[in-house]
């Protein structure tokens, strides 16, 4: 049996979760106890509160803060927009050189590329029979 990267996150997740949200109850408490009060609040008649019914999901978004950022994210990958920041720092050649190789993987991916159009209206789609960054 083979188990996907997203079966395995999800279930020491739901293990993390079994383990570490209780806990979130027993720090209310004890946070309770120590200024002594008995409810956050009293706008659920007989439960103490909205936050007395939250306290293992503030306990929970911390941990599943750290476990997205520790573990399921790969180190060093970075989004679109910060790979575009990057990019917009580049000099004119290095620019010219990242688009013959980004075009050069998405020949080789067999998609059509986008290109300029003569009259300068804006973005067209090479036919599909068009070559490689550079050719035309």
């Known amino acids: 049996m083979r188990a996907s990267w997203f079966q395995v996150h999800a279930v020491v997740f739901a293990w993390l979760a079994s383990i570490i949200a209780p806990f979130g109850g027993l720090f209310a408490s004890g946070f309770k106890r120590a200024f002594k ?4 609040s009293d706008f659920i008649p007989g439960h103490g509160g909205i936050t007395d019914r939250m306290d293992c999901q503030m306990v929970m978004a911390v941990l599943s803060h750290l476990y997205v950022a520790n573990f ?8 679109v927009g910060e790979v575009l920041l990057k990019v917009e720092l580049v000099s004119n050649e290095d ?3 990242l688009y013959v190789a980004i075009g050069n993987m998405c020949v080789s991916r067999g998609m059509r590329l986008p ?13 599909p029979d068009a070559g490689g960054v550079g050719e035309h």
């Open 37 to 40: 009060i008995k409810d956050f």
């Open 72 to 79: 399921v994210r790969m180190p060093g990958m970075m989004t």
């Open 95 to 97: 620019l010219l050189e």
């Open 115 to 127: 290109s300029l159009s003569a009259s300068g209206g804006g973005w067209s789609v090479d036919p």
